[in-house]
């Protein structure tokens, strides 16, 4: 199935850096979603975004819906070891009779060094 | 306020088997959509269920198949199992209309040896 460009695949940080992945895709999505999902459990959302340009932020993490509404970044500002998960983006495309389906990247593999 | 529950967490299954697995939508959704989620994947559209019927399907066979109660309560049941279908299968929530944003369960470990 089809699944958005994620990058990088993985990264190892500092504790204290700051973090900055992203995503893209050859298709416009309407909304574009920040994932986070530790082992064995479900992803937990961080961020919506909704409009072309738009920049969001939850707490230390940022957001933007790039204007050509075919990707989006997100960034984690001095990072802390409980940052450390699998990041997923998501898109968001009207797809007929009314439904929404989620296309989400292969993730973005986070490990924080203490 | 109870977010979107599963059951069961894990379950191993013989090849050839039939499976069942539940979701419990959040307080207030009434959409529910089936994601399977290999290892190292992000998570891959099956189908949404609105209203009690379904209503978009991903690129999954009819071996997959689901199932909405009135109180928005799904199933989702794979006949015939492959190994290949060993997967984390999660659930997702939401609303029925517009951009809307989808809270996920954590999931079914389903393991078919």
């Known amino acids: 199935g089809q699944q958005l460009n994620q990058s990088p695949q993985s990264m190892f940080i500092q504790e204290g850096e700051d973090v900055s992945m992203n995503c893209t895709s050859s298709s416009i999505f309407n909304t574009w979603l920040w994932y986070k999902q530790d082992p064995g459990e479900g992803p937990v959302l961080l961020i919506a975004?909704?409009?072309?340009?738009e920049l969001t932020s939850n707490g230390r993490l940022t957001a933007q819906f790039g204007t050509t509404r075919k990707d989006s970044f997100l960034n984690i500002s001095a990072s802390i070891p409980s940052d450390v998960g699998i990041y997923f983006c998501a898109g968001h495309r009207y797809s007929g009779a009314g439904s929404y389906q989620l296309t989400f990247g292969k993730g973005t593999k986070l490990s924080v060094i203490p | 306020d109870a977010g979107v529950t599963q059951s069961p967490t894990h379950l191993i299954k013989t090849r050839g088997q039939q499976v069942t697995l539940r979701c419990s939508p959040k307080?207030?959704?009434?959409?529910v959509s089936w994601y399977q989620q290999a290892l190292g994947q992000g998570p891959q559209f099956i189908f949404q269920y609105y209203e009690e019927e379904e209503r978009q399907r991903g690129n999954f066979p009819d071996r997959f198949s689901g199932h909405q109660f009135p109180n928005y309560s799904s199933e989702l049941n794979v006949n015939a199992l492959l190994l290949g279908d060993s997967a984390l299968y999660l659930c997702?929530?939401?609303?029925?209309?517009?951009?809307?944003?989808?809270?996920f369960g954590q999931g079914t470990r389903l393991t078919v040896v």
């Open positions: 307080s207030g959704h009434d959409t």
């Open positions: 997702a929530s939401s609303l029925p209309t517009g951009n809307t944003e989808a809270f």
């Open positions: 975004l909704y409009k072309a340009g």
